[in-house]
T-cell receptor, first 113, second 114 residues
Framework: GNSVTQMEGPVTLSEEAFLTINCTYT??????LFWYVQYPGEGLQLLLK?????DKGSNKGFEATYRKETTSFHLEKGSVQVSDSAVYFC????????????FGKGTLLTVNP | DGGITQSPKYLFRKEGQNVTLSCEQN?????MYWYRQDPGQGLRLIYY???????QKGDIAEGYSVSREKKESFPLTVTSAQKNPTAFYLC?????????????FGPGTRLTVL
């Protein structure tokens, strides 16, 4: 079946540091890949997505590249801000899954001033 | 503004009581979903519906029930059979039925059993 593994947190960084949150997946065929962000007490918001191999999703300074050869979709940002403090979820939707999303367990990011 | 609304934001329930969580969307989406979120466990799928008057069990449906009588509404009932109902509940809908389509989430309802 489909599965997503993302790095365990929490991750604590200083403002302007470089961020990487690792995400690897297992799926049949070519899934679509997503990063969602959840701010405290809120629902999830789509951060970015990629739908085929070598696609790069980007939004708000965050980037992730769909790497089929390593089955990865790592999230990166060159310079984090305090306002980026949130939980980040990697997710996939695979073929034959009835369009359900499979989520990783989430990574808590805290950015200190 | 288009979006998904969930109410109430906070809900308290006594043990042994059923409670219904509301989810409404005005995005004209066919597919809707209910997830449960517990600390450190990510999101787990409870029920989903791809069309009006049809729904399927997700990974943790025991102790929950749903209905889908209208396209825009997908209420979730947490029954007294759910052994550990205290959690954050998220409703979502899909912009389409394709593999690339985006899933949108509501703001969530936090249920606490006293």
């Amino acid at each position: 079946g489909n599965s997503v593994t993302q790095m365990e947190g929490p991750v604590t960084l200083s403002e302007e540091a470089f961020l990487t949150i690792n995400c690897t997946y297992t799926a049949t065929g070519y899934p679509s890949l997503f990063w969602y962000v959840q701010y405290p007490g809120e629902g999830l918001q789509l951060l970015l997505k990629a739908t085929k191999a070598d696609d790069k999703g980007s939004n708000k300074g965050f980037e992730a590249t769909y790497r089929k050869e390593t089955t990865s979709f790592h999230l990166e940002k060159g310079s984090v801000q305090v306002s980026d403090s949130a939980v980040y979820f990697c997710a996939l939707r695979g073929r034959g899954s009835n369009y359900k999303l499979t989520f990783g367990k989430g990574t808590l990011l805290t950015v200190n001033p | 503004d288009g979006g998904i609304t969930q109410s109430p934001k906070y809900l308290f329930r006594k043990e042994g009581q059923n409670v219904t969580l509301s989810c409404e969307q005005n995005l004209n989406h066919d597919a809707m979903y209910w997830y449960r979120q517990d600390p450190g466990q990510g999101l787990r799928l409870i029920y989903y519906s791809q069309i009006v008057n049809d729904f399927q069990k997700g990974d943790i449906a025991e102790g929950y029930s749903v209905s889908r009588e209208k396209k825009e509404s997908f209420p979730l009932t947490v029954t007294s059979a759910q052994k550990n109902p205290t959690a954050f509940y998220l409703c979502a809908s899909n912009s389409g039925t394709g593999i690339t389509d985006t899933q949108y989430f509501g703001p969530g309802t936090r249920l606490t059993v006293l």
